[in-house]
């Protein structure tokens, strides 16, 4: 079934630790997208790529990385620089950036705690 | 600013309808989703609307008025299922510089 990735579903962190959330995806999807929610906020957007090998920051990009070597890949790296990285992260999917009327699938979130 | 505003819970009874709002400023809208999500899980697509009037989907509605900069979602024959948030999220722009804003959420809890 087609269908996105995320893994792990739980992660911890150490202060001071950089870590990296995977996300795949096998819909042959050009757009690719990350998320954080925060219990009693809505989704917002950490970083997007409209294509691979193209990224571009979101509304709370500062503390966060990702890359698009693969269309089917897009995980994003928390650094040690996000000084409050305990959130519910969600990695997203569209056929295309631009298609206004194709929905966003998403994956099933991995959830980010600090020790 | 793009906000997009819904209540932040609600509480209905099984068996009834229920009418969940949203609202936006309109300059720049170019559609409107409304997506589930069950606690701890992902959301899922359930409606887009991006002319006025009513979509209907089975047991779900979604109603849009552009210029008023309102929405709504019509649940009927509430099941216990039911019981999840639900988003509402605006696409403003178009092309590649358009962007997708979501709203809080509104947490709805069925009752038997």
């Known amino acids: 079934d087609g269908g996105i990735t995320q893994s792990p579903k739980y992660l911890f962190r150490k202060e001071g630790q950089n870590v990296t959330l995977s996300c795949e995806q096998n819909l042959n999807h050009d757009a690719m997208y990350w998320y954080r929610q925060d219990p009693g906020q809505g989704l917002r957007l950490i970083y997007y790529s409209q294509i691979v090998n193209d990224f571009q920051k979101g509304d709370i990009a500062e503390g966060y990385s990702v890359s698009r070597e693969k269309k089917e890949s897009f995980p994003l790296t928390v650094t040690s620089a996000q000084k409050n990285p305990t959130a519910f992260y969600l990695c997203?999917?569209?056929?295309?950036?631009?298609?206004?009327?194709?929905?966003?699938?998403f994956g099933d979130g991995t959830r980010l705690s600090i020790l | 600013g793009q906000n997009i505003d819904q209540p932040t819970e609600m509480t209905a009874t099984e068996g009834a309808i229920v009418q969940i709002n949203c609202t936006y400023q309109?300059?720049?809208?170019?559609?409107l989703f409304w997506y589930q999500q069950h606690a701890g899980e992902a959301p899922t697509f359930l409606s887009y609307n991006v002319l006025d009037g009513l979509e209907e989907k089975g047991r779900f509605s979604s109603f849009l008025s552009r210029s008023k900069g309102y929405s709504y979602l019509l649940l009927k024959e509430l099941q216990m299922k039911d019981s999840a948030s639900y988003l509402c999220a605006v696409r403003f722009g178009y092309s590649s510089a358009s962007k997708i804003i979501f709203g809080s959420g509104t947490r709805l809890s069925i009752r038997p």
């Open positions: 997203a999917s569209s056929i295309e950036y631009r298609d206004s009327n194709q929905p966003q699938h």
């Open positions: 309109t300059s720049g809208f170019n559609g």
